[in-house]
């Protein structure tokens, strides 16, 4: 189900170890798969990302897991002569570095 590019790896479960080959049967994730849940998974771009709410959601990777921060709702130190960079609505982060431009 989670195996959006047909490689036999997925995202949000993955296989049980069968060492006798009747012991898992069946065809669907939750009879042969064990789910991997976001609580697993850090993203390496935190200040690009917030965790979702649901303890329960499952998945891998930061599409799935998180939820992201744009610019656009950062506030840029005005004091330090920054304003948000162009297309802040169009860029993650929530760093002066990441979402600020010098005031021209």
Known sequence: ???VNNTG???QWYK???TNIYKWQGST???CCMP???SQYT???PTRWTR???PSAKGS???ECYDPLLCSDYCCDKQAGLEHRPNADKHQGSTDEECCVKSS
């Open 1 to 3: 189900m989670s195996d």
């Open 9 to 11: 790896v997925g995202t």
């Open 16 to 18: 049980r170890v069968d």
């Open 29 to 31: 994730n939750e009879e």
């Open 36 to 38: 991997i849940f976001c």
């Open 43 to 45: 993203t390496s771009h």
């Open 52 to 54: 979702k709410k649901d």
């Open 61 to 63: 990777t930061d599409m």
